[in-house]
C-alpha cells in the first residue's frame, strides 16, 4: 500500500462527514412556534422530512410559511442533530434595497424600511402604536372629523387666514391635504 493510498483512507471517513455538513431543503409544513426554540419540518434534497431546530437572531422573530427555503447545517456531520441557520422565500423576497438598506416584510405586501432618506411604512392593514393605542395616525388624502365639545380652538383655511373660537359642541369635517413630516402618536 503506497503512502497516497494510506492518505486517502485516512481522509475518506473525514470527506464523508464534510460532504453532508449542510444541506438545503424546504419547509414541507409551517413552524412550530410553541416552544423556546422553534422547529419545522424539512423536506430535503434527498426527498425525506426532518423535524429540525431552527434558530434565529435576538430580537427578530418570525414563522416561515410552508415551501419557504432554508440551509441546514447537521452538526458534527451528523445527520441526526441538524439546525437551520438560514430561512428565506423567494415568492415574496422585497427587491430594489440600495446598499446599506434594511427591511423587514412579509407575504402580504407589509414592509418597513429603513432607507437612506428614512422609515417607510406600507401595509394594506391596520397600523397599531402600543398595546391599546387609541389615537389614529391619518395620512394626507384621508377624510376626517374632528369633534371639539369644549374648549378653544384655531383653524387654519386654505387660504392662510387663522380663526380662533371658543367651541360649544362643535363638529368640523374635511379632508387632509398635507401631512406632516413627522409621525407622532401619544396617549
Known amino acids: 500500500m503506497s503512502v497516497r493510498d494510506i492518505v486517502i483512507e485516512i481522509v475518506r471517513p473525514l470527506a464523508r462527514r464534510l460532504d453532508g455538513l449542510v444541506s438545503r431543503g ?10 423556546k426554540l422553534q422547529s419545522a419540518q424539512v423536506r430535503g434534497l434527498d426527498g425525506a422530512d426532518d423535524q429540525v ?3 434565529q437572531q ?3 422573530s418570525s414563522a416561515p410559511l410552508q415551501g419557504a427555503e432554508v440551509v441546514v447545517v447537521n452538526i458534527g456531520g451528523a445527520s441526526d442533530h441538524q439546525v437551520i441557520i438560514a430561512c428565506d422565500d423567494r ?3 422585497l427587491r430594489g434595497l440600495e446598499a446599506g438598506e434594511v427591511a423587514l416584510y412579509d407575504d402580504q405586501e407589509q414592509v418597513v424600511i429603513l432607507s437612506r432618506d428614512g ?3 406600507r401595509t ?6 402600543g398595546e391599546g393605542a387609541s389615537l389614529g395616525v391619518a395620512r394626507a388624502g384621508d377624510a376626517v372629523e ?12 386654505s387660504d392662510g387666514s387663522i380663526t380662533s373660537a371658543n ?3 362643535l363638529t368640523l369635517s374635511g379632508t387632509i391635504t398635507s401631512a406632516s413630516s413627522r409621525v407622532k402618536a401619544v396617549d
Open 119 to 121: 422609515v417607510e411604512i
Open 58 to 60: 435576538y430580537g427578530l
Open 167 to 169: 367651541a360649544a359642541a
Open 26 to 35: 424546504t419547509l414541507s409544513r409551517g413552524v412550530d412556534d410553541a416552544a
Open 146 to 157: 374632528i369633534e371639539v365639545l369644549t374648549g378653544e380652538i384655531t383653524v387654519q383655511t
Open 53 to 55: 431546530e431552527r434558530f
Open 91 to 93: 415568492r415574496y423576497r
Open 124 to 129: 394594506p392593514h391596520e397600523i397599531r402604536l
